[in-house]
């Protein structure tokens, strides 16, 4: 069985970097990826924060929010900061 993978990001140089590079070294055969760009999905921001994502890139693996680099604070993608 497939773990799930959501990436998380806001449209950033430094999001969109992170996708290409971290979602070409996920083995498509173990991980079912799904890509959120907040700029087209605000309304999965919720969703991002109770699966602990703090900041922008990040990814959510099993369950498991691992955050890359430090693009935007999800204050600043709901508009916060």
């Known amino acids: 069985m497939k773990s799930k993978a959501i990436f998380y990001h806001a449209g950033c140089g430094v999001c969109v970097a992170a996708e290409q590079?971290?979602?070409?070294?996920?083995?498509?055969?173990?991980?079912?990826?799904e890509v959120?760009?907040?700029?087209?999905?605000?309304?999965?921001?919720?969703?991002?924060?109770?699966?602990?994502?703090?900041?922008?890139?990040?990814?959510?693996?099993?369950?498991q929010a691992f955050h890359i680099n430090f693009g935007a604070s999800m204050a600043a993608v709901k508009g916060e900061a």
């Open 21 to 33: 590079a971290l979602g070409q070294a996920l083995d498509p055969a173990r991980y079912d990826i």
């Open 36 to 63: 959120v760009d907040f700029n087209t999905a605000p309304d999965r921001v919720a969703e991002a924060e109770a699966a602990g994502v703090q900041s922008v890139p990040a990814y959510v693996i099993d369950g």
